[in-house]
């Protein structure tokens, strides 16, 4: 029984694959070749088939002595090249020239010392303090000016003392010099000082470190003694040729203030330079330095 199965289920299978391949296989013509040692020569018997055609050969096949078999030809692989369409450039590098100018120091130094020494500097603007009075410099002539002369007296003491009177005022006048003694008159003010001598000159000398120098022209049969003003209280009206200047000199009554005292008579000794004036008080007790620039001061001695 199991047997009968057994050939059932492969009889079926068997029936299947035919039915596959009549339905999807086209015929194959194939040769069936046998061999017998004992028959010479060689037969073949070519079976045709609706499926196949078989040719057997019976016999010891006999094959041409020039029969070679022929090598299967391999296949040589192909290499493929891609051309790259992007060409890289690696520029070299180019050494940069940098030129450097070459500046000759030395005769542009000489060029730059020739103009300051051709360039003429102003003078420097002197500073003055409230109360003081300052002289700057006015003078060209040098500080380091030797004079043939010292100035007589007192007042070459001074000068030895303090060059730099020389360097405002020059060197004195005269071959010696000699000083000269005039009678004079001195008040004090608010904010300064007259002094008249009698050389026919009122100096009017300000607290700022100016003065002016003004001829005196008091005539007591033409001018009035006094301008009849009322002073402040401890103050003094002044007269006579101080009051004329005092009271007709543009600027003189604000700059100088009342004065203070009454004018006092007293001797003047001058010794004139080539850039101003000495002068010694005895009242005073000071040497005063004129320039002829319109500035003064005072410096401790007497003549």
Do not use: H
């Not at 102003?122 to 003055?128: A, K, L, M, V």
């Not at 005063?288 to 001061?297: A, E, K, S, Y």
């Amino acid at each position: 029984m199991i047997k009968r199965l057994i050939f059932l289920f492969t009889l079926s299978f068997l029936v299947a694959a035919c039915q596959q391949n009549q339905d999807t296989e086209l015929p194959t013509r194939f040769i069936v070749i046998t061999a017998d040692p004992a028959v010479v020569g060689t037969s073949a018997v070519v079976v045709n088939t609706p499926d196949t055609q078989t040719t057997s050969m019976v016999g010891n096949p006999t094959l041409p002595p020039s029969w070679t078999p022929t090598p299967s030809l391999t296949a040589s692989p192909t290499v493929s090249v891609t051309p790259s369409n992007t060409i890289t450039v690696t520029p070299s590098r180019t050494p940069t020239l940098t030129l450097t100018p070459t500046v000759e120091v030395e005769p542009l130094s000489a060029l730059l010392l020739l103009a300051a020494q051709a360039t003429i500097q102003p003078p420097p603007t002197p500073t003055n303090i409230a109360g003081q009075p300052t002289v700057p410099p006015l003078s060209t002539q040098p500080p380091n000016t030797v004079c043939q002369y010292a100035p007589p007296g007192g007042f070459g003491t001074a000068v030895a003392q303090d060059a730099s009177i020389t360097a405002g005022i020059g060197c004195p006048v005269g071959a010696p010099p000699v000083a000269s003694n005039y009678a004079a008159a001195t008040q004090n003010f608010e904010r300064g000082a007259m002094i008249w001598t009698s050389q026919g000159t009122i100096y009017v000398l300000f607290n700022d470190g100016t003065y002016q120098q003004v001829v005196d022209t008091f005539d007591p049969a033409v001018d009035p003694e006094s301008g009849g003003e009322i002073p402040p209280a401890g103050l003094v009206e002044p007269i006579r040729g101080f009051g004329k200047v005092w009271r007709t000199v543009s600027g003189v009554k604000d700059r100088l203030g009342w004065a203070l005292t009454a004018e006092t008579a007293t001797n003047a000794t001058v010794q004139e330079f080539l850039q101003g004036r000495m002068m010694y008080l005895p009242i005073r007790g000071d040497i005063l330095i004129l320039t002829n620039q319109g500035t003064w001061r005072a410096v401790a001695g007497s003549y």
